[in-house]
């Protein structure tokens, strides 16, 4: 069996003045759950209306910690020079900018 396909996932759509993002939330088989504020853990996993979050403000977590992809269209976020593949991240780092 594939681990990859048993995984959970939470894919969020997020509207920024630029443009759209998305952010896929996965849990891997061992993390306990991925909760996103404002939504109950079972029944419609859809947040309307839609959430206005401030800065720094809680978005999601999982319960144990996981994998998070973030996408963005063409001339979306640029991501900084010093970033590397493997880099332990804190939290409020930040990982780009918009043009």
Request: aromatic share 4%; net charge positive.
């Amino acid at each position: 069996r594939q681990v990859l396909a048993i995984n959970e996932r939470c894919p969020l759509r997020i509207e920024t003045p630029a443009g759209p993002l998305f952010m896929v939330l996965v849990g891997a088989v061992i993390v306990g759950r991925i909760r996103v504020v404002g939504l109950p853990p079972d029944g419609d996993r859809r947040v309307y209306p839609p959430r206005p979050l401030e800065v720094g403000q809680e978005l999601a977590r999982f319960e144990m910690g996981s994998t998070i992809v973030l996408v963005a269209p063409p001339g979306g976020p640029t991501p900084l020079d010093s970033l590397e593949p493997g880099q332990t991240l804190r939290l409020g780092q930040v990982i780009g900018h918009f043009a």
